[in-house]
């Protein structure tokens, strides 16, 4: 039998990467109790102890107060509780996602329509009405609006917009299905080749990269290329479950 390791808090905030105070707070709170007292009453912890602070960092990250941690301890043991949870974090995120592309969507109208001389309220005020009615997806900037398009286009401009609704729900749908690891002939994932070949058919003059145009108008873009990373993850993504449906399309009725 060997001898049980333990761990002073210096030694357990620099495993977890986590401050002294950190843990010593937890410990305040009821959360994180050592699993020892040494000399001089120091505390003591152990790989249990590890694996707590661990548990409290996800599920504190996965939106959950402290107070929720220390009263719901083991309804989240189970893998199906924490995708439960997981999910309903991710639903709030989109919302409050979409929530501030639309806003940016309307600030960026505001600027555009804003120049030298006093401010036009009236304009300005329906630009802002008209924004916040027409973002119905956080994807929808109506890039297709084009300053070259003739007005005898304008009702092909209707269709074309609802073409890039679709196209955009497409993509939000794709990002939203990329982590799940489905297969590339899954159902879902069947569902959403099915719906781009469609959409594809029906596509006249932009390529379907063009489609992520809006999102990138307004995205931040860092150093590191995230967006671009991004939009090449969701095109491969969407390439490999075509080539996939295609090999093994659904059988004709």
């Not at 083991?74 to 991710?90: H, I, K, N, V």
Request: aromatic content about 8%; some cysteine; glycine content about 6%.
């Amino acid at each position: 039998m060997t001898d049980q390791r333990y761990l002073t808090v210096g030694e357990l905030a620099r495993r977890v990467g986590v401050t002294v105070r950190t843990i010593q707070y937890y410990d305040q709170q009821g959360l994180l109790s050592p699993s020892a007292k040494g000399p001089q009453n120091q505390r003591l912890y152990t790989d249990a102890n590890v694996k707590d602070l661990y548990r409290i960092m996800t599920l504190k990250y996965l939106g959950l107060s402290l107070a929720q941690i220390k009263s719901d301890a083991g309804l989240f043991d189970e893998s199906c509780a924490l995708q439960e949870l997981a999910s309903r974090q991710m639903d709030a995120i989109e919302d409050r996602f979409q929530q501030l592309f639309k806003r940016m969507t309307t600030l960026r109208a505001v600027h555009d329509l804003s120049g030298a001389g006093d401010a036009d309220w009236e304009s300005l005020a329906a630009t802002v009405e008209r924004c916040q009615g027409e973002s119905q997806f956080f994807w929808r900037l109506t890039c297709i609006c084009d300053d070259t398009v003739d007005e005898g286009e304008a009702a092909d401009r209707v269709a074309r917009g609802e073409s890039v609704s679709r196209w955009h729900e497409l993509i939000a749908d794709t990002i939203r299905l990329m982590p799940s690891r489905e297969p590339t002939d899954g159902p879902r994932n069947r569902d959403l080749a099915k719906r781009y070949i469609a959409l594809e058919a029906g596509q006249e003059a932009p390529a379907s990269a063009r489609n992520f145009i809006l999102m990138e108008n307004i995205a931040p873009h860092g150093s590191d290329g995230s967006f671009d990373e991004l939009r090449q993850s969701v095109f491969d993504y969407l390439e490999a479950i075509v080539a996939a449906y295609r090999a093994k399309p659904d059988p004709v009725t």
